[in-house]
């Protein structure tokens, strides 16, 4: 595989990335206005899932790390061992 095809895959994940991470964030905008929609908090965790898997295929390592965070913090909130206030 040459050069360019893979700065071409690259802009293609990093276009996936910016979108996964678009829809997560209007997920958690729809669950910081109500938080008895834990479906839009399960729709946040999926969509950072996505960004995770997309950045440890890129072997961005710290990007990874830190999404595997936010899933860690979600999870959380989800199971009710933190709160979001």
Do not use: P
Not at 25 to 32: F, K, V
Not at 56 to 82: D, F, P, T, Y
């Amino acid at each position: 595989m040459d050069s360019n095809q893979n700065i071409q895959g690259l802009e293609w994940l990093g276009s996936e990335v910016d979108a996964s991470l678009v829809e997560a964030c209007e997920a958690l905008n729809g669950y910081a206005s109500n938080d008895s929609e834990d479906n839009q908090l399960r729709f946040c965790l999926a969509y950072i899932h996505q960004v995770t898997g997309s950045l440890k295929i890129a072997e961005c390592h710290g990007g990874a790390l830190l999404s595997e965070e936010l899933e860690a913090v979600i999870n959380a909130l989800l199971l009710g061992k933190v709160s979001a206030s």
